[in-house]
């Protein structure tokens, strides 16, 4: 019970001093050592609606499977491109969640997920641009105990069928025209913070870290993540096909397990992608 106590007293404050829609978003502590941290200084448009938005629900209706999306404003060009995108949740135990880097394959740099937020929070996306311009776009979310609900399925069974994993793509692929694709990893992706209603017990944090995704051995994504992400970690991402190629995905856990999956396509005017491997 004395982990109990302790995990109970680390989120205290986060209840205690829940955000509120009127907060300002700009002048959060948490954020702020955030920004100096890894942007060091450099200016932040608050107002990059022109390059990305980012849409989640104004009230999450399960907190532990929050959806959102990150969408990119413009295609991707070898002249003009996202090349990264940070997720940043004020109010998690970690509030940054990870990080999506993206090259002029990916044809546009926008991703769909879910996330786990354990309070009333202002969310935030930053993108950086090729040029080395940075964007950001908010939203405030009213969702509470995403990161801490109890756990009530077997830990074992879970972490025994962790690393299954389904990529395929969506609809017909047209050579050169960006192409949706999605990819699913059966994990429990742990937070640590969940007790476990039978034994009483916290189960240690354990979740994926990183997922890359390349199309004809081309870089087309890599999500650097944490357990802000929620169970069964799911993804949808874009790419731009050309003849025939393998979209490949590898996911790496924080207990350094590996797991894959392959789609082939063959993209032609019309063309159907083939069955999921």
């Given amino acids: 019970m004395a982990l109990a106590s302790l995990l109970a007293t680390a989120l205290a404050p986060y209840v205690a001093q829940a955000a509120q829609p ?3 978003p700009a002048k959060n502590p948490r954020w702020l050592d955030f920004k100096e941290g890894t942007f060091k200084g450099r200016t932040i448009d608050p107002h990059g609606d022109a390059v990305i938005k980012l849409d989640a629900p104004a009230r999450a209706a399960d907190a532990s499977v929050v959806p959102i999306a990150i969408n990119a404003q413009f295609p991707q060009s070898s002249a ?17 969640a990870g990080s999506f880097e ?23 996306v930053v993108a950086e641009t090729n040029d080395g311009h940075l964007y950001s776009a908010i939203r405030f979310v009213k969702a509470s105990g995403g990161c801490s609900a109890p756990a009530d399925k077997d830990e074992d069974a879970a ?6 994993v389904r990529l395929q793509t969506d609809g017909q692929a047209v050579s050169g025209k960006p192409e949706l694709a999605q990819v699913m990893v059966r994990h429990p992706n742990r937070t640590g913070m969940a007790m476990n ?11 994926i ?5 390349t ?38 856990d924080t207990k350094n397990k ?20």
């Fill in 22 to 24: 009127d907060d300002d």
């Fill in 80 to 96: 003009h491109y996202i090349k990264k995108v940070y997720l940043f949740i004020d109010e998690n135990p970690e509030p940054y």
């Fill in 102 to 124: 993206f090259s002029p394959e990916s044809g546009l740099a926008t991703i769909e997920t879910r996330v786990r937020v354990e309070d009333y929070t202002f969310m935030r």
């Fill in 159 to 164: 972490e025994r069928s962790a690393g299954q």
């Fill in 197 to 207: 209603q039978v034994t009483r017990n916290y189960a240690t944090a354990y979740f």
């Fill in 209 to 213: 870290r990183k997922i890359e995704v």
């Fill in 215 to 252: 199309y004809a051995d081309k870089p087309v994504m890599i999500a650097n993540v944490n357990f802000s992400i929620s169970e069964n970690p799911n993804f949808r991402f874009y790419f731009v096909p050309s003849g025939s190629g393998e979209l490949k995905a590898h996911i790496e």
């Fill in 258 to 277: 590996r797991f894959d999956g392959a789609v082939a396509v063959d993209a032609r005017p019309g063309a159907q992608t083939s069955a999921m491997k």
